[in-house]
């Protein structure tokens, strides 16, 4: 279980790969004197601080609660005991078949 909440922390790269991309944008802005240039690059810098914004949030909420937002519930928990079960299954049909390992002959 702690695991999954530190997971969260892994938030924090891409963040901070959005912030310095925005800042870059922002610094390349004031050379430029193309005036619909500088408002798409306003813009541009805006939704990579709302993007920021969206994957820090998610980090924090998967260090709150240890479930990730992208996953329903318990969903990787629930294919791992489910591929388990197929394992086991699996395993004792191959030991129940004649000459297949189980049997020795």
Same mark, same amino acid.
Do not use: N
């Given at each position: 279980? @702690?695991?999954s909440? %530190?997971?969260?922390?892994?938030? =924090? ?6 912030? *310095?991309? /925005?800042f ?10 193309i ?5 798409f690059?306003y813009? @541009?810098?805006?939704l %990579?601080?709302?993007?920021?914004i =969206?994957?820090f949030?998610?980090?924090i909420? *998967?260090? /709150?609660?240890?479930?990730?937002p ?10 791992t005991k489910?591929?388990?079960?197929m394992?086991?299954?699996?395993m004792?049909?191959?030991?129940a ?9």
């Open positions: 279980m @702690l695991l909440r %530190l997971i969260g922390l892994f938030a =924090l790269i891409p963040a901070t790969v959005l912030l *310095t991309i /925005s870059f944008v922002l610094f390349s802005l004031r050379k430029l004197e005036q619909g240039l500088k408002a690059g813009v @541009l810098a805006a %990579l601080w709302v993007s920021a =969206l994957v949030s998610s980090g909420y *998967t260090l /709150s609660t240890g479930r990730c992208m996953m329903k519930g318990c969903m990787m928990q629930d294919m489910h591929k388990m079960g394992m086991g299954k699996g004792m049909d191959m030991q078949m004649p000459g297949r390992g189980g049997d020795k002959e």
